[in-house]
């Protein structure tokens, strides 16, 4: 019996979720033209955020700082980083503030709270594969080799959305009793950044430093993308499966503490 509550609440849950997939779609779209609405770029802001990103790291950590770039072309070796690294930055920025921004909807009507999570993160995805353009383009302009291991670079996109989903409800179920969360979450992706391999390479780490970077699920995640697109890298399947352990874990914490503290939402908020 006790063993059944969680199967029958897991049921309803998901069932729930279904039945409420139309307001799911409704929170994705809006968010989407919410982002280019009233913009003179519209969708460009996509490419010009990671490719303004690239130009500046390339000018300062690969012509002034001489940053090695794993044997290619450094545009190409941040470039490839720098696309997941935003999509999954701004990701779990929005997810951590969707509450406080839809607070109007929690205290009016009744719906699965988790949609606004999810929908935040999933929004992102369109400027992701926007700013991927570019991508084949640099790859293409340094004559890099094109594998079949570049079809894996819709699917890496998945753990970054889980993890981003998992860190993004603890953070929003905090923001709604604890405003000033909102004040250290630009702080934490700014200190991820720099302890994640965006600028710089694995290679250049001492050996005893990289197993510490390495407990960053990030790490993973940005060097399988790197092996998928560099020639001269290989996928290393043992810091991909840390990664994707560590992300399912923080995903189920997230999710639970989420469902945890829903039902406070909308007398708090």
Known sequence: MGNAAPEVLRYESIKEFWNYRELFY????????????????????????PFCSMIVFTIFFGNFAKMPSDGVPYPVFS???????IYFSSSLGNCSNCLIGNSNLL???????????????????????IASIILLGLIMYYHIPISWSLLLW???????????????????????????????????????????????PMSILPEK??????????TGIIEAYRAIVLPNKSLDYRSMLYSFIVISVILVIGLLFFKKTEKNFADIV
Not at 31 to 46: F, H, N, P, R
Not at 113 to 127: E, F, H, K, Y
Not at 159 to 173: K, Y
Not at 209 to 218: D, E, K, S, T
């Open 26 to 49: 409704f929170f994705i779209w809006r968010d989407i033209k919410v982002k280019y609405k009233q913009t003179v770029m519209g969708a460009l802001w996509a490419i010009i955020q």
């Open 107 to 129: 205290t009016k009507i009744y719906f699965p709270r988790i949609v606004i999570p999810i929908s935040a993160t999933l929004s992102g995805i369109v400027d992701y594969f």
């Open 154 to 200: 819709p699917v890496f996109v998945i753990p970054l959305m889980l993890f981003a989903l998992g860190l993004g409800s603890i953070f929003a179920s905090l923001n709604v009793k604890y405003r000033d969360i909102k004040y250290t979450i630009p702080f934490g992706i700014q200190t991820l950044l720099f302890i994640t391999p965006i600028i710089y």
């Open 209 to 218: 430093y990289r197993g510490i970077v390495a407990l960053n699920p990030l």
């Open 79 to 85: 470039y490839c980083a720098l696309v997941p690294w």
